[in-house]
């Protein structure tokens, strides 16, 4: 049952507006971590001195009580100004937004996990790429917990991040499971590569992560679940995060079409092509909409059917997403094809789109597998 205590909000920070100001500051070095790779981390040094990283935990812990679609709207208004500052950010927060859905349930952990990171304006880092239904990594049972030895992917934010929620394989007595667990970035063992040097999204610091006999106590395993399979914590994780991850495409789309009708002005006859790209951009932003709209702020009940919505409209988001900055690129020509013009950088940004889950073909077959009465993902052991 939801807590009731959590619907009173007090409205103190205007956090769109907030992330509109700040706007100008990190588009200002957008290019800069583009050209050299390095991660935003003055970026993030800001977003901190603003409490941006608690602003979607509620007030009674200490946060600043946005809600699900407020923290859509800062990313959204973020990816207009650096990408990879809203995507590392649209990372920590999705963590911290599943945690509020499960708070809001009275889920003990949830609220603990919450409290703590308020207090400290902590950050998270979490894995990514195809570290999901299976994981990867081995988990050993020891005294008063597991070791793990594991080589994680794609995690986003990491040299910035205080904590880092991963998973690994637990090969117990009932057969092997899944361990997921929230550890500090500082544990003994974890070794942040520099590996990430990448077409788009550049600044993001998305190295891989080394794990040696790390150590992770009982009490920070926060879920269990079999291995290769279709779990329904998914049904809570995906739908909330998606619709966060999306709108830092959504705002580099949005950036991208500005530039175009701006380089487009006293020049009518590039009329229809802008109307192309805005129509595009509307199936985009309403793809966006209905996503935030079905989560309505922790307020669903999750099933498989919403999750399927959620990524069904993730890849029309993706396709339009795509579709919008290409005709933008055109609309500008060739000055927006030398590196450096933020048009260039957005053009590889968007690539990065079609990685997040669930890509189109595998949207396509768990889609079709609902469709046909099948698992929604084909089970592997």
Not at 161 to 178: I, L, N, Q, R, Y
């Amino acid at each position: 049952m939801i807590n009731t205590a959590t619907k009173i909000r007090t409205r103190q920070t205007d956090w769109h507006g907030l992330a509109a100001k700040l706007g100008g500051r990190l588009a200002a070095r957008a290019a800069e971590h583009d050209a050299d790779g390095t991660f935003v981390a003055d970026n993030y040094a800001l977003l901190r001195e603003h409490r941006l990283f608690s602003a979607g935990i509620p007030a009674e812990l200490g946060g600043g009580d946005a809600t699900h679609s407020d923290i859509c709207a800062i990313v959204r208004t973020l990816g207009k100004s650096c990408g990879s500052t809203a995507l590392s950010f649209a990372m920590h927060s999705h963590p911290v937004a599943a945690n509020v859905f499960k708070y809001r349930r009275g889920d003990q952990q949830a609220r603990g996990a919450l409290t703590k990171l308020a207090a400290s304006e902590l950050v998270i880092a979490g894995t990514g790429a195809n570290d999901w239904l299976a994981s990867n990594g081995e988990a050993v049972e020891v005294e008063g917990g597991f070791r793990v030895n594991a080589h994680k992917r794609f995690v986003s934010g990491g040299p910035g991040a205080d904590v880092f929620v991963t998973s690994a394989v637990f090969d117990g007595d009932d057969g092997p499971e899944v361990l997921h667990f929230a550890i500090p970035m500082a544990s003994e063992g974890i070794e942040i590569q520099s590996n990430w040097n990448t077409l788009g999204m550049r600044g993001t610091g998305s190295n891989d992560i080394l794990m040696t006999d790390v150590f992770v106590p009982e009490a920070a395993v926060a879920a269990r679940r079999p291995v290769g399979t279709w779990h329904p914590m998914w049904d809570v994780i995906v739908p909330i995060a998606l619709p966060i991850i999306v709108s830092c495409y959504v705002g580099l789309a949005e950036s991208a079409a500005d530039m175009a009708v701006n380089s487009a002005t006293g020049k009518p006859w590039q009329a229809a092509t802008i109307g192309e790209m805005k129509t595009e951009l509307a199936v985009a932003q309403m793809a966006l909409a209905e996503m935030i709209s079905t989560v309505d702020n922790y307020d669903f009940t999750p099933d498989l059917s919403i999750t399927d919505a959620i990524v069904t409209r993730k890849a029309i988001a993706a396709r339009s997403v795509k579709n919008v900055v290409e005709i933008a690129s055109e609309i500008v020509g060739g000055g927006g094809f030398y590196r450096g013009h933020p048009m260039e950088r957005i053009v590889r940004d968007v690539r990065a789109f079609h990685f997040h889950p669930l890509p189109e073909r595998i949207q396509q077959s768990f889609s079709g597998r609902l469709a046909l009465g099948l698992p929604p993902i084909e089970e592997r052991a």
